[in-house]
Structures are given as structure tokens and as C-alpha cells.
């Protein structure tokens, strides 16, 4: 509640929009309320499980603990801004294949986290993976999916000869 | 025709929805004109309430209103899935931490939230009994008002309720040896990422109510009662859950929910934190004293079992949980006398609730580990005590239940090759094995309806809850396999009270088994009618006529089912229905009710490190192996007990509620509430099928869901032991318990 909104800009999934926002809104709730964008999920609220993990300026972050105003100028790419035309990245193909989904709620964060790994590191080992995913909890899964989903994507990128097989 | 699609590990179907962030969870609906709602609770468990002024409150711009049990009608309604003693605010007197006195509602969830924090609750902190042993004091103070506690034994003591099972004579046999020691587990929480949220929507002539329940149909039957509407004018929408695993099978804060939208006369929105979520849902903490008897050669002669189930403030599910878990406390042994006293005892605690094992991984926690304990005193292999304890298949193990169902036998064998049992360890490392058994579904009633398309293409309705466990994608293989419609062509629909025909529950790892044979019989149904329907169309007699999947064969030649469909209902168009239903009745003789549909066995092996210096264990294998009947996806198996076993894995080494003495919560949220993360868990972690096509599923399949967590922490227990020569009671097995345990010399057994 305040007596001000904040005007900001901010480029969302490559596309430019110009957002009132409260002056302690988080960028969670600025994707998820204002943008429509759901696919980002919110858990713990204090940075702790990734849930709501989105790409902001090439830098993975917990969105539930970024003011939307910090996010002014900024870049952010989220869950919805990974596919190209509905169909799944290659990460995202791994994630299914490797039955790294159940429940999902964890899905959209920890893809991130997994898109951000991948970018800076094409050819994580195993142990870099569970490094690069240790903030990020699912519930369901125990995680070895997970890990084999994130090696199984770095491998059809390697090999892009492969890259369409199932 | 398709062929093998079952025990084929087809992807998840909803999977990719899922990864593209478009699935719709509850948290994600928005109501045109709603509102915003936010709970005032008090920073204690148990307080008397002397006033709650709302004054501050509603001048917060964009407040509408504000709830309390002053506006409430006398008595305040009350509700639970078995017990109706849960009002739906406070009635004067909190009973546990979280437990709301008021609820706000405002245009915005900021305007809600800062409303709440400006309700002023005056009141009186009074003392809390959240231990067993308080709980058992005759002269300790009631929990619950004995007006709410109808007219059992115990209404004037804070034992809900206490049930005696056994056989044999436990007082007179005989043994070589007796081994007695009291386990203890902790309260732990489901954790499901997704927090509670919910929303009420008054409609011209009821309510709809956005809830992600595991039950619809038992949410729908509760707000009918608290509202006094028939179960046609009260819709459930239930999108599947982002994780439940117990913790959404019953109804917490929906009844409060709806009746403040409808006396508000606008849809209204509750979202908890994870906090909050933390005290709406948990598991019961257990003290499990267990006295066993073993002959010399390790056969096992007694188990004489007392559990002590630390229940919240009020029953939900749990005086459920204990009997059910308590009534095979003895696990899958060939035991020739047994005696099980079992009570679930009130506290100023949150209401515990289904968790994943349903009260069995309590059970085992002690009963396994007490073989572990003979095992090292009659100086035997930890393996052999147990194979030489467990029945064969079709061997009755309890006198009036079924017999063994499975090959458990396999279970252990194949848990202990694939952990290396046997093997040199290097110093620090250590392996155990446990085996865990959970009775299965007792009572069931599942409905479905198919509906096979002019196109071929088919629509299946069910009122189970796909919350992660795949039922869309087994129940797509069972239609796949009978009708022979392409995946591709098949619509799974749920959570939709108005639409989806009834169901019991999605609960005991039931819904493969029960609401799949509902299944199979719809299939069945659309195939009786479509040999019907080509007997009118070809001019045949029905009885030349045989149905396969996808597929009419006629004694002039075969058609396909788009071909009859077509022929058929031609230009006026149709379809056919197809309907299923499946139920285990209530068979009153039977302590449970019914005896269980199938047992749910598994063998878990753990190998672990421990650090000495610091206490701190690591895992490096974890084994389960399930004796699951047939694997209809085998991935699908292997993700539920890859899952479960590291749920186990938190409860085993992390996971606990810490309690003041007044009965606060001091570690809720996920920074103090630590579970596994990537770097917790296992590199190898696997999960091993046994498959004999002896269950009562379709296929001969069993439930699987729970199996994982069940013996996970006997199995760490007893690596733990073998890495530091001492064993641990109590859990969960933190480096302190463990430094500690080092740091002292060791009890004797």
C-alpha cells in the first residue's frame, strides 16, 4: 500500500513492457500478477527453493526476492520464453524423457536453473550439476532424474546429429 | 492395434505442459471481481482469546471485511474427515500454533495482509502439552473440550482413541532371547512445493470451491455439511496438485473459506505461505516401544508393540493413520505371537494428517530396527534374521488377513545384491537393510466414465487426483491397451466435481489398482456395445462376433472401431459410453474395515559414510526394491520410488519440527525446515521391480507409491551403526545425534 506506483521497463521474453508497479512488489509477483506470466511458481517467498527462479540480465535469480523496480532496464527471461512456438526446447524435451516431472511445481525454476547452468557451462559434469541445482527443491523427484535430464540436454547439445532423437 | 503399451515407460502425460509452465495449478486462477483473504493467527499454540478488535483493520483502504468467531452462529461449525471437531475459526481458545482467530478480506492480497496485521487480538498464553509423555498424564490438561468429544472411553483424557491387536499369546510363549527399546520419530511435514491455496466462489445456487484436494468428492461432502447445501449446488475444482503426498487429502481451511465468501457474496482468494502451510499439515510424531522375542537361531517368536502417535489438536485423518499403521506394526514376518496396543494422543499441536506411509514408516523405523538388534546379538547376518522370518508366497503371515502376495523374499535378495551386501566396506561406511510394509487400500468405490469418439479418439473421466504420480499416464495406458486408441488420442479428465463421476479417494496407493480395474471395465463396457452396435449395423448375431482392441471381428471380416462408429450412427452422429466402477466393501468384522486390497512390501539397502569428526552421514547408495505386481510404466514405478525414498532420506537425517515448550513452531519455512537437495541425495539411487503379475490391479498390478519411504530410515539406521558401531533411536539422525552418540560410550542393547 503505498501512495506511489513506480513506472518501470523492463524486456520480459524478449518483448519490451512498460509496467506500474508498487514500490515493494517483487518481480515474482509483477510476472505472475501483472504480466499474467504463471509459469513462474512461488514457494518459500524468502529466496530459499527456487521455485520462482527466472534469468534476469544472464544471471539466474530467485524472482520472490528481487524488487520489480530493481528490475527496471532489465532483461528477464522465464519459463514461458524458453519454448519456440509451444514446442520444448531441448532441455525441456530432457526433462520429460528422463521423467524428471511429476508434480511439476518445481519444474519451471529448476529448468531455469538448468537453462543457466547449461549457458555458462555446456559440459557440466555430474557433480557441477548438483552444485548448480542445489538451491532449487522438488519434492517428488529425489532429484536423480533431474540430474540425468541436465546431462541427457548438455549431450544433444553436444551432438546436434542426435538432437531429435526421443 | 497397440501392442505393449503397457509396461511400456511412455512419457508423463501432462509432462509438457509442465515443463512449458502453462499447467494450471490452483495458485494460478484468478476470478473475475475476487477477493483477497489473509488469516490473523497468534504467535503461540494454545491461548485463551479475550477480545479481537478489528477496528485498525478495517480502515485499511480496500478492506471488506473482517471474520471472527464473534461473527460466527453458536455452536461454531466443525468439521473433519472423521471427527466433526475442527471448528472453522477458533472458538475462543487456539489450539495449536496457526490455528487463525480471524480472517480478512480486501481488494488486494497487500491490502489483506497489512489489514491482518492490524487486527488486535488480545489474549492469554496458556501452557502446551506437545510431548507423549504430557499427552499421557492423567492429570495433564484436557486438549479438547470433552462437550466435542461424544461419548467414547476416553472422552475426559487426551487419547483420541486406543486399539489392541494381536494373536498368539504373547505373556506365555517362549524365547531365547528379548530385546526391548522405544524409537522415536519426529514431526515432519509433507513439504509440498506448492503451498496451500484456495478459492470459494458463490454461485446463484451454491458454491464453487478451487481447491487442489486429493479428495474431491470427500471436500465436496464436508462443505455440504458445514453449509447446509445439498452435493449437487457444491462444485469441487481440484487442479492437479503441485505435490500433496497426504497432506492435501483432507480439508483444512476450505469450510472457513467458503462460508466468508458467501457471506461476502464474492469469490475470495486464500493463499498460504509455506509457513502457513507448515501448520495446516504434517506428520504424527510416534514413540514406539518394542519388546521382540527370537529364538537362538534367529526365528522370531514375539513382538509385543506399544506406539504412542503424538496427534495434533484435532483428528483429521489420524486416529485412521495409527490404526491402520499399528494393525501391521509386526511388518511382513511370519510372527507367532503379537500383541500391538497403539493410541493417538491429542496435543497443542497442528492437526497431523496423511503423510506419504500413512504411519507406517513409524512402525518400521522400531520394528526393523529391533531385528537389526538381534541380528547383532545372536551374532547373525542382517539379511539371513530377516529371510528367515518372511513368509513365502501365498503364506498367511496374519491369522485373519490375506496371505503374503508377493515374493518378498525376492525384495531382500535383490536390495542386497544390488548394494553390495557383503562386500568390503572401507573404514567410515557402513550398509543396512530394511524391509517396510503398509497395508494397502481397505474400503474403495471408483467410478469412471469412457467415451469412445466417432474419430476413434477416446475421453476418460475419473475422480482421482493426479498430483505427480502419473495417474493420467497410467490410466492412458490402460485405455491405450484395451480400446487400442493411440495415446496421442486419449483426454484424461479430473478434478472437476461437475464432470468427473465419483470417487472414494486418491489415497494408499489405491488408484492404479482400483480406479484402473474401474477402468478396464468401462473399456470392457464400450467393447460389449460396439460388438452390439456392428451386430445392428452388419446384420450379425452378436455372438459371432468378437471385440479386440481398436478392432470388430466379423465372421466376413474385420472393422475398425471409426468403421462400426461410422457405419453406424452415419450422418446423425453418436458415440458410445462406456462405464466402470469398482468397490471394496466395509466388512464390519474386520478391524480395519475390509481387509487390505494388497500389502505394499519393499526391501530398502543404504550404504552410507559417516564423518566422525563431524557426525555428518553421507549416502552413497539407496536401494528400493518393490514387489509392485507388474510395473505398467516402468519409469513411472521407478520415479515414485526414487521420490519416495529420498522423502525418507529427510526424515531420516534432516527433517524435524522444533517445538518451544509452549508449542511454537520454531523452524517453519524452508530456510529452518531443511530437506534434500541435489547434494543430499545419493548417487546411486535406484529402484528395483519385482514383477510377478500377482496383484489384484489391472494387469496384476499393485500400488506403488509409498513403498520407497517406508524402511528408508531403518536401512540408514542400520548402515549408520555399521559405520559407527553405535545405534540411534531416535530420529531424525542429525551430526549432533550422531557426535554426540560418538562422543559417549555406547548403551548397551
Known sequence: MSDRTIRISVTVNQQRREVEVEPCETLLEMLRGRLDLTGTKKCCGEGECGACTVIMDGRAVNSCIVLAAEADGSEVLTIEGLAAEGRPNSLQQAFLDSGAVQCGFCTPGMIMAAHYLLLNNPHPTEEEIREGLSGNLCRCTGYGKIVEAVQAAAESAAEPASKNRR | ?749
Not at chain 2, 315 to 339: Q, T
Not at chain 2, 382 to 392: A, E, H, T, Y
Not at chain 2, 677 to 702: C, F, M, Q, W
Request: aromatic residues 6%; proline residues 7%; hydrophobic residues 40%.
Open chain 2, 1 to 749: 492395434m497397440k501392442q505393449g503399451i503397457v509396461g511400456s515407460s511412455i512419457n508423463r502425460v501432462g509432462g509438457l505442459a509442465r515443463v512449458l509452465g502453462t499447467q494450471m495449478y490452483v495458485a494460478d486462477v484468478k476470478l473475475p471481481n475476487m477477493l483477497h483473504a489473509k488469516l490473523v493467527h497468534l504467535d503461540c499454540a494454545h491461548a485463551r482469546v479475550r477480545s479481537i478488535d478489528c477496528r485498525e483493520a478495517l480502515k485499511v483502504e480496500g478492506v471488506r471485511a473482517v471474520l471472527s468467531a464473534a461473527d460466527l452462529p453458536r455452536p461454531i461449525p466443525r468439521f473433519g474427515p472423521t471427527y466433526q471437531d475442527r471448528p472453522i475459526l477458533a472458538e475462543e481458545t487456539t489450539l495449536f500454533h496457526g490455528e487463525p482467530v480471524a480472517i480478512v478480506a480486501a481488494e488486494s492480497e497487500h491490502a489483506a495482509e497489512v489489514a491482518a496485521s492490524r487486527v488486535k487480538v488480545d489474549y492469554q498464553e496458556l501452557p502446551a502439552i506437545c510431548m507423549v509423555t504430557q499427552a499421557l498424564d492423567p492429570s495433564a490438561e484436557l486438549v479438547q473440550d470433552p462437550a466435542i468429544r461424544g461419548q467414547g472411553p476416553f472422552k475426559n483424557t487426551n487419547i483420541l482413541d486406543e486399539w489392541s491387536f494381536g494373536w498368539g499369546d504373547v505373556e506365555n510363549c517362549r524365547a531365547d532371547t528379548v530385546i526391548e527399546n522405544t524409537y522415536t520419530f519426529p514431526i515432519v511435514t509433507q513439504f509440498a512445493i506448492e503451498p496451500f491455496t484456495f478459492l470459494a466462489e458463490p454461485t446463484a445456487d451454491g458454491i464453487t470451491v478451487y481447491s487442489a484436494i486429493q479428495i474431491p468428492y470427500g471436500l465436496q461432502r464436508i462443505l455440504a455439511a458445514v453449509l447446509n447445501l445439498p452435493l449437487s449446488r457444491v462444485r469441487i475444482i481440484a487442479p492437479d496438485p503441485g505435490g500433496a503426498f497426504g497432506g492435501k487429502q483432507h480439508p483444512k481451511l476450505e469450510p472457513l473459506l467458503a462460508y466468508f465468501a458467501l457471506r461476502l457474496g464474492r469469490p475470495l482468494r486464500l493463499e498460504l505461505t509455506l509457513a502457513e502451510s507448515f501448520q495446516q499439515a504434517r506428520r504424527a510424531a510416534a514413540e514406539v516401544r518394542v519388546r521382540s522375542g527370537f529364538n537362538s537361531d534367529g526365528t522370531l517368536v514375539f513382538q509385543d508393540i506399544e506406539s504412542n502417535y503424538l496427534i495434533g489438536a484435532y483428528a483429521d485423518i489420524a486416529a485412521r493413520v495409527v490404526s491402520k499403521a499399528s494393525y501391521v506394526a509386526a511388518g511382513p514376518y511370519r510372527v507367532p505371537n503379537v500383541r500391538i496396543l497403539a493410541r493417538a494422543l491429542l496435543s497443542h499441536t497442528p492437526p497431523s494428517t496423511a503423510f506419504r506411509g500413512f504411519g507406517a514408516p513409524q512402525e518400521n523405523w522400531a520394528v526393523e530396527s529391533q531385528l537389526d538388534a538381534a541380528a547383532k546379538k545372536l551374532r547373525l547376518d542382517r539379511v539371513d534374521i530377516r529371510r528367515k522370518n518372511l513368509p513365502g508366497p501365498g503364506e498367511v503371515f496374519m491369522p485373519h488377513d490375506p496371505p503374503a502376495d508377493g515374493d518378498w523374499a525376492e525384495c531382500l535378495e535383490k536390495a542386497a545384491e544390488a548394494v553390495g551386501w557383503g562386500q568390503p566396506l572401507p573404514e567410515g561406511r557402513g550398509r543396512g537393510i530394511a524391509m517396510g510394509l503398509k497395508a494397502g487400500p481397505t474400503t474403495a468405490a471408483s467410478y469412471t466414465i469412457v467415451r469412445l469418439h466417432l474419430d476413434g479418439s477416446a475421453t476418460l473421466y475419473s475422480g482421482t487426483s493426479d498430483m505427480g504420480q502419473g495417474a493420467r499416464t497410467v490410466f492412458s495406458q490402460i485405455v491405450a491397451e484395451e480400446l487400442g486408441v493411440a495415446l496421442e488420442q486419449i483426454a484424461v479428465v479430473m478434478g472437476d466435481t461437475s464432470v468427473v463421476p465419483f470417487d472414494l479417494q486418491t489415497s494408499a496407493s489405491r488408484s492404479t489398482v482400483v480406479m484402473g480395474n474401474a477402468i478396464i471395465k468401462a473399456c470392457g463396457d464400450i467393447k460389449r456395445q460396439m460388438a452390439e452396435l456392428a451386430a445392428e449395423c452388419y446384420g450379425v448375431a452378436v455372438d459371432r462376433i468378437r471385440v479386440a482392441p481398436g478392432m470388430v471381428h466379423l465372421p466376413e471380416g474385420d472393422h475398425s472401431f471409426v468403421e462400426v462408429l461410422q457405419d453406424r450412427f452415419g450422418r446423425v452422429k453418436g458415440e458410445v459410453i462406456g462405464v466402470g466402477s469398482a468397490r471394496n466393501e466395509y466388512v464390519k468384522e474386520h478391524p480395519l474395515g475390509g481387509p487390505p486390497a494388497f500389502y505394499e512390501v519393499v526391501a530398502i539397502a543404504a550404504e552410507v559414510e559417516v564423518d566422525r569428526e563431524t557426525g555428518e552421514t553421507e549416502i552413497l547408495k539407496l536401494i528400493v526394491a518393490g514387489d509392485v505386481g507388474r510395473a505398467i510404466n516402468p519409469q513411472a514405478v521407478s520415479m515414485q520410488d526414487e521420490g519416495a525414498a529420498v522423502q525418507g532420506l529427510g526424515h531420516s537425517l534432516m527433517e524435524q519440527y522444533i517445538l518451544d515448550a509452549a508449542g511454537r513452531i520454531r523452524n517453519l519455512g524452508a530456510l529452518d525446515y531443511r530437506i534434500p537437495t541435489t547434494k543430499d541425495v545419493p548417487r546411486e539411487l535406484r529402484s528395483i521391480h519385482i514383477e510377478n503379475a500377482d496383484g489384484p490391479g489391472p494387469y496384476g498390478a499393485k500400488g506403488v507409491a509409498e513403498g520407497g519411504i517406508l524402511a528408508t530410515a531403518p536401512a540408514i539406521g542400520g548402515a549408520v551403526e555399521e559405520a559407527i558401531g553405535v545405534r540411534i533411536r531416535d530420529l531424525p539422525l542429525t551430526p549432533e545425534r550422531i557426535w554426540t552418540a560418538l562422543n559417549r560410550p555406547p548403551l548397551p542393547d
